[in-house]
C-alpha cells in the first residue's frame, strides 16, 4: 500500500479537484503491474493498471492494492468497479472510501457483492493524509488551507524599510515554486500586493499557473498590478488553446495529442465594493468574487467554501502580518509551513505581529507533523493541530465540489 501511495503522488497538481490514486497488483510478493491517475481528464488508476495486463494472465492469487474504493459511477470515464468486475482479479486492499457522495462505499459494496474478497483500512490516515484537499472539500465543503509563511530565526517577514526579497535562500524559494506548482491557488492579501507587486509565479509555463487569488475588501489595489499583467500574457500563450473547458483545466491538441492545462485564473475577493472600482477590475480581466464580511474584512471561511465550490481545493496562502492575523483568528487554517532562515532582523515586523496577544496558558498549540527538515541553509516546520488536525478549524460549511 505504502508503494501504491507513493505511485499516486505522481500525479501531484495535476488532478484537481479529482483525488489522486494508485494501484499495485501483487503476486506471490512480486508487483506485477502499477497504475495511477495522472492528470485531470486521463484514464483512472484501476484501466491503466488493467489495460497493462491486456494479453496476459493474471495468476489466481493476485492482490490488487488501492488507495481509494474504485469510483462506482459514470462521469468522464465509465465506473472503475464495472472494469475491475470484469477482470479475474478476486482479491482488494483498500486503503480508504471515498468521501464522494455519489461512491460512498458504493465501490466496496459493488465488490463485495459479486464475491471479491475486500480488505478495507490499510494505511487508511496516510491515504486521507495524500489526499487531504480532496477530503476537506467533500467533508467540509472548503478547501484545504495551508499558510506558507518565511521568517528571519528571531519571526521576522521583513526589515525595517519593508523589505522583504529574500529572507531565505535559493533552495527554500524552489521548495516554494514546487509547493506553488502542486496547489490550486495562491492567496495573498492587499498588502502585499501593494508592498511587493508580487509575480507568485511557480514556473515560466502558463499551462501550470495556478490559479491567483488577492484579498481586497475594497478593491484598492492597482487592477493592472503586475499579478494582472502576467495574468494577460499566460492568457495570450494559451490563446491558441482549443476551446473546451471543463472546471479549471483547458484542453489543448499538441501534436494531435490531446492534454489539459491549467486555465489562467485571477481573481479578486471584495465585501461589496463600490461599483466604480468593480468596473475597473473587470475591465482588467480579473473575476470578482464578493463575499461577506467579518468586523469589516472578508470571512474567511466564506472563501474557503467558495473557493472549493469552484474546484480550487487546495489553497497555499502566502500571508502577510495582518492576514495571519485574520487567518488564525477566524480559520481555516490547516497547517502553517514555516521557513525559518538563521537570520536575526530586531524590529517588530514578525508574521504573528497583528494578532492579539495571548497569554500562555491560552497560547494557540500546534504540533510538528513529521521531521524538520533542512532546506539548504535553511529550516521547514510543518505545523498543524493536535495529532494531524486542523490547526484552527472552520465550522462545517455545506455544499462541497462535484467530482468533474
Ligand atoms: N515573509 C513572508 O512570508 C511574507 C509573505 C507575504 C508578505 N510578506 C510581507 O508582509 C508585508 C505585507 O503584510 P501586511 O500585513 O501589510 O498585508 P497582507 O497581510 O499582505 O494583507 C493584508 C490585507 O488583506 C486584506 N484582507 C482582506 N480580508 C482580510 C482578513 N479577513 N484578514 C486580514 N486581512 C484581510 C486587508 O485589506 P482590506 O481591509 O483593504 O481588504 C488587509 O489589510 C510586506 O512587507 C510583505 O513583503 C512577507
Known sequence: ????????????????????????????????????????????????????????????DAELFLTLEPCSYH????????????????????????????????GITALRRAGRQVRLGVLASEAKLLNLPYFTSR????????????STADGMVADFGGGSRWITGAQARREVGRLRARCDAIVVGRGTVERDDPRLRSSTNPSRSPTRIVLDSRLRVDPNCRLARLWREDVGVLAGTSGTQVGNWLQSEERRSVRWVRRPRLVVVAADPPARRRAAFERAGWEIWNLPADSGRIDLRALAGRA??????????????????????SGPVDRILLFLAPKILGGKRGWSGS?????????????LRGPTKAVGPDLLLELTGPRGRALVPASRLRNGVDSL
Open 308 to 329: 472549493s465550490r469552484e474546484g480550487l481545493i487546495d489553497l497555499l496562502v502566502e500571508p502577510g502580518p495582518a492576514l495571519v492575523a485574520g487567518f488564525l483568528g
Open 1 to 60: 500500500m505504502r508503494q501504491a501511495i507513493e505511485l499516486a503522488r505522481r500525479g501531484e497538481g495535476a488532478t484537481s479537484p479529482n483525488p489522486l490514486v494508485g494501484a499495485v497488483l501483487v503476486s506471490r510478493g512480486r508487483v506485477i503491474a502499477e497504475g495511477y491517475h495522472p492528470r485531470f481528464g486521463a484514464a483512472h488508476a484501476e484501466p491503466r493498471l488493467l489495460a497493462k495486463l491486456s494479453g496476459r494472465s493474471i495468476p489466481p
Open 75 to 106: 462521469g468522464k470515464t465509465p465506473p472503475c468497479v464495472d472494469a475491475l468486475l470484469a477482470s479475474p482479479i478476486r482479491r482488494f486492499v483498500v486503503a480508504t472510501t471515498d468521501p464522494n457522495p455519489k461512491v460512498r462505499g458504493r
Open 139 to 150: 467533508r467540509e465543503g472548503r478547501a484545504r488551507v495551508t499558510l506558507k509563511i518565511a
Open 355 to 367: 494578532m492579539a496577544p495571548r497569554a500562555l496558558g491560552s497560547a494557540l498549540r500546534a504540533a
